[in-house]
């Protein structure tokens, strides 16, 4: 081979390599781009929702008025069923309806069965819990599929009260505000610590997709040997608590979401926990309206909700508070004046799944007062013991109207329907 040649194919071999370089580092330098652009947009997503919403403007609800209206015209068009289901709230996995709710594998997806369960079951709300929370990005798009695989928008709701019982913020897939508990800002006396609390929660949880919050915490913790309230709690002063709820109401409030008191008429002086069996009150009424009452008398007007308890008040009743009579209907609707929806603790927790079924603990709800049955242990048997209770007679179509348009009256006055 001649010099010349030589040198030409060494340097047509060079050009080639280099060509093949240049590609390489053309085609990485594509590659980077792309993922600095999907992180950039993960990092905006992220500021988004740990900016806590400062100088957010704040949420109008829907005047009182057309609340009603808005709610009269859907319940025109409902269904004697879809109008039982609007007093229903359940957990994800209940929508499994061949499986015990409380059981159940956790569900962070929503499955054809559950779309069809769904239809079958027309519930008007679904509380999430940390385990069905796997994903800064799966959380979201699963509360937006479960709104779209249902004919009416639905409650989504959360245990979010701050502090221990925060399921999004101590989740670890976001970047929110958290804080230690409710007793730490409660020894402000400061309101506006406690707005700041709501307002904060509130603006977090309406981002991913939230419209209903079960707090704050309204209990006075007077038991130093309470096992299930203890720093939940903004303290052992009713005035400070009073004051304190009623305050972070008005932070949820400004961000859109709902808000509930629990837990009524009072879990702060008890030392056992109705989640694990029969818990009860040795007071009389007027010694719970001198303390355990006070948070929730002081905020009544602006308690979207409130949450009924299974403590049993021995002055006034055998039965726990969440199926009696006469504490949610002589009591809190018609002593107290409250004119807002009385949603029931959870109806798996011992203190009601262990003396009552859950088709027989449904019918009590309902027939004491209560217009949202919260999580009962089936989902089937209730809503079927409910709608045979109408069917029969037991319980008037005029009832469940009555509790079909408080909750639909709530959902109009802040926007989901």
Not at 281 to 309: G, H, Q, R, Y
Not at 346 to 354: H, N, P
Request: charge should be negative.
């Amino acid at each position: 081979m001649s010099l010349w040649r030589r040198r030409a194919t060494i340097t047509s071999c060079a050009w080639r390599r280099s060509d093949i370089m240049m590609k390489l580092i053309k085609n990485t330098a594509i590659i980077l781009l792309a993922l600095g652009v999907v992180l950039l947009t993960s990092c905006t997503v992220q500021v988004q929702i740990s900016d806590n919403g400062e100088g957010e403007p704040i949420f109008q609800t829907a005047d009182d008025e057309n609340s009603l209206k808005t709610s009269k015209s859907y319940l025109d068009n409902m269904t004697l069923e879809e109008k039982i289901g609007q007093m229903f709230i359940v957990c994800p996995e209940a929508l499994n309806v061949s499986e015990n709710a409380e059981t159940a594998q956790a569900v962070d997806t929503v499955t054809e069965v559950m779309r069809e369960n769904l239809e079958k079951f027309p519930v008007g709300g679904i509380a999430v819990f940390g385990k069905n929370i796997t994903g800064a990005e799966q959380l979201p798009r699963f509360i937006s599929d479960l709104q779209s695989s249902s004919k009416y928008p639905l409650f989504v709701a959360v245990d979010e009260e701050g502090g221990n019982v925060a399921r999004v913020a101590n989740s670890g897939f976001f970047n929110v505000a958290s804080y230690k508990s409710m007793a730490e800002v409660g020894k402000t006396d400061n309101p506006a610590k406690a707005e700041e609390v709501g307002r904060k929660i509130g603006f977090y949880l309406k981002k991913i997709g939230f419209n209903y919050d079960f707090a704050p915490v309204a209990d006075v913790n007077t038991n130093p040997d309470n096992i299930v309230i203890g720093d939940r709690s903004y303290g052992n002063n009713p005035v400070t608590v009073g004051k304190m709820v009623s305050a972070q109401l008005d932070g949820l409030h400004k961000s859109g979401i709902i808000g509930t008191l629990k837990h009524f008429p009072g879990h702060g002086d008890t030392k056992d926990d109705t989640h694990s069996g029969y818990v009860s009150v040795n007071k009389s009424w007027d010694e719970l309206k001198a303390c355990e009452l006070v948070p929730f008398i002081s905020a009544l007007d602006k308690a979207d909700t409130i949450m009924v308890s299974h403590i049993t008040v021995t002055s006034i009743d055998k039965l726990p508070s969440s199926l009696s009579y006469e504490i949610i209907t002589r009591k809190l609707r018609n002593e107290l004046g409250y004119n807002g929806v009385i949603i029931t603790d959870s109806m798996a927790m011992g203190a009601v799944a262990d003396s009552y079924t859950s088709d027989i603990a449904a019918v009590m709800a309902v027939k004491a007062g209560a217009d949202i049955i919260l999580m009962p242990e089936s989902l089937e048997k209730s809503f079927n013991a409910v709608l045979n209770a109408v069917n029969s007679g037991e319980i008037s179509i005029s009832r469940i109207e009555e509790s079909a348009e408080r909750v639909l009256t709530l959902k109009a006055k802040y926007k989901i329907i």
